[in-house]
């Protein structure tokens, strides 16, 4: 099939070295060019974004910085692992009608998609595969999509046109590449710019309904994250195991329900594959409707079918192979007697001996997930072009990882990664959105707690906490009513209770004299919430008493006696008139497992308040001084919900005591030996 080049970008070339030679996969958002490193005579893919005319500037220049942006996440990741397609470079290039638009330079890669493979195979009539076959044939795209979970990285379109295999898909090798990490984000941010649709009539999405999670249908059900890319990874393995996608039809709401529907999992068992129990039991936790009910990360889910396969939990970077030595014992099994399905965008050549090896792009694999952001519900049965095989020697195998950096007891470690801190749709203080990039770091699990505190100035390393409030504006009835508070003044009855009642420096003297330090008013509101812009620790569901600790109808209650009225956040008790103890609320954990980060009391942080700027941050620490230090997460008489939100900030004095604040400590991570 002859692909128009509408860009007219062959023959020229690009950033002075890329010579383009043809275009070869047209998929919804991209062109992918066949093109020629000039200097190093080398072929490439170019990757040649293509939906900007539809948008105004503002939206075009935010589509744009997140096409570089994800550019750069995927060449971080892709130099960690040869299992991932790798980015070579990125930029503008302007047309030759004078339009500037993105480009990313990607590996050129020759074999075929599994997409492809299991299609052929259907026609052929082969039998699908064994789990061990199946195992053995994905690992290297499990270990990659595990090192990128370990990273806080999230593909959100896992799908058998984005796995590329390389070599001969029932041998004993087959190299493997995982496509289009980044591309599900790019579209999302397309589809929110809200004016581009495609030719077809198509619905933009950023998934591929068929091994979409529940999630990615609607965000009612929490939100995406590694374990989104477990659902869809088991999807795919299913279709292995089975010979056919689990799930099929021609309407986006029928395999929205198929997602969501308890009552049947598509698990191997459901379609009376022979699997062992146990495997059975991994499938129907990778596939379950909940987020969290599933594992958390790819790691997880392959450790678990490497063990009830008989073999060793998956290691990052020191893969012991499933064995070579044939397959399982059949002992084990019972008796035998990453915003559109996998819509592929090919390009067919003259026919030629039926078994000659594909000819296929990697990066035109890439554009083809860019294809499925044209949702329509049909498969592809083209076939790729076809050329003389050319040798690909096998990638070489990633060096050992290090082990896990290790965090001092009682912390969480957070792996760092990229997100947007802040809210466009929040209050002035909240704006604007922008991208931070946080190193590791390390955070406690739960606030400071009277006792901690307590223990830290009886040894002469704090000073002691004050059981009296201080703060701008305090009057006799404050101090009647708050005084009472200060958890310090009852340490037998709220020793588990968090510290409150301390400025910032006593704060800030006790992480330090902890081996520690406050964190950062990033680190907090990563921690808090994540990479992927959920509205509460747990998820976008509206605050309610099982989640935290805020004003409810005991809160209320106790304004009432003691004449300070209060509004509560809901109508139901939560349990406690003021703060709890520390852990209370299980249920509202952040996706790191922070306990009360919102609610209970807010915490100082190390920075001074300055309003936040549009460019994009490493590490931001916040000004060299100031007046007013920022303390975040809201406290046990929070009546609004904006107030216990990750991404609200308030400026406080720091001389200031106050019942309603206490603090966390963070600390950089050890290396492990």
């Given at each position: 099939?002859?692909?128009?080049?509408?860009?007219?970008?062959?023959?020229?070339v690009?950033?002075?070295?890329?010579r383009?030679?043809?275009?070869?996969?047209?998929?919804g958002?991209?062109?992918?060019?066949?093109?020629?490193?000039?200097?190093?005579?080398?072929?490439?893919?170019?990757?040649?974004?293509?939906?900007?005319?539809?948008?105004?500037?503002?939206?075009?220049?935010?589509?744009?910085?997140?096409?570089?942006?994800?550019?750069?996440?995927?060449?971080?990741?892709?130099?960690?692992?040869?299992?991932?397609?790798?980015?070579?470079?990125?930029?503008?290039?302007?047309?030759?009608?004078?339009?500037?638009?993105?480009?990313?330079v990607?590996?050129?890669?020759?074999?075929?998609?599994?997409?492809?493979?299991?299609?052929?195979?259907?026609?052929?009539?082969?039998?699908?595969?064994?789990?061990?076959?199946?195992?053995?044939?994905?690992?290297?795209?499990?270990?990659?999509?595990?090192?990128?979970?370990?990273?806080?990285?999230?593909?959100?379109?896992?799908?058998?046109?984005?796995l590329?295999l390389l070599?001969?898909?029932?041998?004993?090798e087959?190299?493997?590449?995982?496509?289009?990490?980044?591309?599900?984000?790019?579209?999302?941010?397309?589809?929110?710019?809200?004016?581009?649709?495609?030719?077809?009539?198509?619905?933009?999405?950023?998934?591929?309904?068929?091994?979409?999670?529940?999630?990615?249908?609607?965000?009612?059900?929490g939100?995406?994250?590694?374990?989104?890319?477990?659902?869809?990874?088991?999807m795919?393995?299913?279709?292995?195991?089975?010979?056919?996608?689990?799930?099929?039809g021609?309407?986006?709401?029928?395999?929205?329900?198929?997602?969501?529907?308890?009552?049947?999992?598509?698990?191997?068992?459901?379609?009376?594959?022979?699997?062992?129990?146990?495997?059975?039991?991994?499938?129907?936790?990778?596939?379950?409707?909940?987020?969290?009910?599933?594992?958390?990360?790819?790691?997880?889910?392959?450790?678990?079918?490497?063990?009830?396969?008989?073999?060793?939990?998956?290691?990052?970077?020191?893969?012991?192979?499933?064995?070579?030595?044939?397959?399982?014992?059949?002992?084990?099994?019972?008796?035998?007697s990453?915003?559109?399905p996998?819509?592929?965008?090919?390009?067919?050549?003259?026919?030629?001996?039926?078994?000659?090896?594909?000819?296929?792009?990697a990066?035109?694999?890439?554009?083809?997930?860019?294809?499925?952001?044209?949702f329509?519900?049909?498969?592809?049965?083209?076939?790729?072009?076809?050329?003389?095989?050319?040798?690909?020697p096998?990638?070489?195998?990633?060096?050992?990882?290090?082990?896990?950096?290790?965090?001092?007891?009682?912390?969480?470690?957070?792996?760092?990664?990229q997100?947007?801190?802040?809210?466009?749709?929040?209050?002035?203080?909240?704006?604007?959105?922008?991208?931070?990039?946080?190193?590791?770091?390390?955070?406690?699990?739960?606030?400071?707690?009277?006792?901690?505190?307590?223990a830290?100035?009886?040894?002469?390393?704090?000073?002691?906490?004050?059981?009296?409030?201080?703060?701008?504006?305090?009057?006799?009835?404050?101090?009647?009513?708050?005084?009472?508070?200060?958890?310090?003044q009852?340490?037998?009855?709220?020793g588990?209770?968090?510290?409150?009642?301390v400025?910032?420096?006593?704060?800030?003297?006790?992480?330090?004299?902890?081996?520690?330090r406050?964190?950062?008013?990033?680190?907090?509101e990563?921690?808090?919430?994540?990479?992927?812009?959920?509205?509460?620790?747990?998820?976008?569901?509206d605050?309610?008493?099982?989640?935290?600790?805020?004003?409810?109808?005991?809160?209320?209650?106790w304004?009432?006696?003691?004449?300070?009225?209060?509004?509560?956040?809901?109508?139901?008790?939560?349990?406690?008139?003021?703060?709890?103890?520390?852990?209370?609320?299980?249920?509202g954990?952040?996706?790191?497992?922070?306990?009360?980060?919102?609610?209970?009391?807010?915490?100082?942080?190390?920075?001074?308040?300055?309003?936040?700027?549009?460019?994009?941050?490493?590490?931001?620490?916040?000004?060299?001084?100031?007046?007013?230090?920022?303390?975040?997460?809201?406290?046990?008489?929070?009546?609004?919900p904006?107030?216990?939100?990750?991404?609200?900030?308030?400026?406080?004095?720091?001389?200031s005591?106050?019942?309603?604040?206490?603090?966390?400590?963070?600390?950089?991570?050890?290396?492990?030996?």
């Amino acid at each position: 099939m002859l692909i128009e080049d509408s860009l007219r970008l062959t023959g020229t070339v690009i950033a002075d070295k890329y010579r383009v030679d043809a275009v070869v996969a047209e998929g919804g958002m991209a062109f992918v060019y066949r093109a020629t490193h000039i200097l190093w005579d080398r072929r490439v893919a170019l990757k040649v974004f293509k939906v900007l005319g539809d948008l105004g500037k503002g939206d075009k220049d935010r589509l744009v910085e997140s096409f570089i942006r994800e550019g750069a996440l995927l060449a971080d990741l892709s130099v960690r692992t040869a299992s991932i397609c790798q980015a070579r470079d990125v930029g503008m290039l302007q047309t030759p009608a004078g339009e500037s638009i993105p480009f990313i330079v990607l590996e050129w890669l020759e074999g075929q998609s599994l997409e492809h493979v299991l299609e052929d195979e259907r026609a052929r009539a082969l039998p699908p595969r064994t789990l061990v076959e199946t195992l053995r044939l994905l690992e290297p795209a499990a270990e990659a999509l595990a090192l990128a979970h370990r990273l806080g990285i999230v593909h959100r379109d896992i799908k058998p046109a984005n796995l590329f295999l390389l070599g001969d898909p029932r041998g004993a090798e087959c190299p493997v590449k995982l496509l289009d990490f980044g591309i599900a984000k790019v579209v999302m941010d397309a589809q929110e710019a809200g004016r581009h649709v495609d030719r077809t009539g198509g619905l933009i999405t950023a998934f591929t309904p068929a091994y979409a999670a529940p999630e990615q249908f609607s965000r009612a059900r929490g939100a995406t994250g590694p374990w989104t890319d477990v659902f869809s990874l088991a999807m795919v393995l299913v279709e292995c195991l089975l010979g056919r996608p689990a799930v099929e039809g021609d309407d986006f709401l029928q395999m929205a329900f198929a997602a969501g529907d308890a009552s049947r999992r598509p698990t191997p068992g459901t379609f009376g594959v022979l699997v062992s129990d146990a495997v059975e039991q991994v499938f129907e936790k990778a596939l379950a409707v909940a987020p969290e009910a599933r594992f958390g990360s790819v790691g997880e889910l392959w450790s678990a079918l490497r063990v009830t396969s008989g073999e060793s939990p998956l290691q990052l970077g020191a893969r012991s192979p499933l064995s070579s030595r044939g397959p399982l014992s059949l002992g084990t099994f019972r008796d035998a007697s990453e915003p559109d399905p996998s819509l592929s965008v090919t390009a067919s050549a003259a026919p030629v001996a039926p078994r000659a090896t594909a000819l296929w792009v990697a990066a035109a694999l890439a554009a083809l997930a860019l294809a499925a952001a044209v949702f329509v519900f049909s498969r592809s049965h083209a076939s790729p072009p076809v050329a003389t095989q050319v040798p690909t020697p096998p990638p070489p195998k990633p060096a050992p990882a290090p082990p896990p950096p290790s965090c001092p007891t009682g912390m969480i470690y957070i792996p760092g990664g990229q997100f947007f801190m802040g809210s466009d749709d929040g209050l002035p203080l909240e704006k604007p959105s922008h991208n931070v990039k946080l190193a590791p770091f390390c955070i406690d699990t739960y606030e400071v707690t009277t006792d901690r505190y307590l223990a830290c100035s009886d040894a002469g390393k704090c000073k002691r906490a004050s059981a009296t409030n201080d703060f701008p504006g305090i009057t006799r009835h404050d101090h009647d009513v708050f005084d009472p508070l200060c958890n310090v003044q009852n340490p037998s009855t709220r020793g588990q209770h968090p510290i409150n009642c301390v400025d910032w420096e006593r704060a800030d003297t006790f992480c330090r004299a902890e081996g520690g330090r406050l964190p950062t008013e990033a680190e907090w509101e990563f921690a808090a919430r994540g990479p992927d812009g959920r509205k509460y620790p747990w998820g976008d569901e509206d605050p309610n008493p099982t989640y935290l600790n805020a004003c409810g109808s005991e809160c209320v209650a106790w304004g009432k006696d003691h004449r300070y009225p209060l509004t509560g956040m809901y109508a139901a008790g939560d349990g406690f008139a003021t703060t709890a103890p520390v852990g209370s609320f299980p249920a509202g954990k952040s996706r790191y497992g922070l306990m009360d980060v919102v609610g209970n009391v807010w915490e100082w942080v190390g920075d001074w308040y300055a309003p936040y700027g549009s460019k994009a941050e490493v590490d931001p620490a916040g000004p060299a001084e100031g007046k007013s230090r920022v303390i975040r997460g809201g406290a046990w008489n929070g009546a609004e919900p904006s107030w216990v939100r990750p991404t609200f900030r308030f400026m406080n004095d720091p001389a200031s005591r106050s019942y309603g604040v206490g603090f966390r400590c963070a600390a950089a991570p050890t290396a492990t030996d």
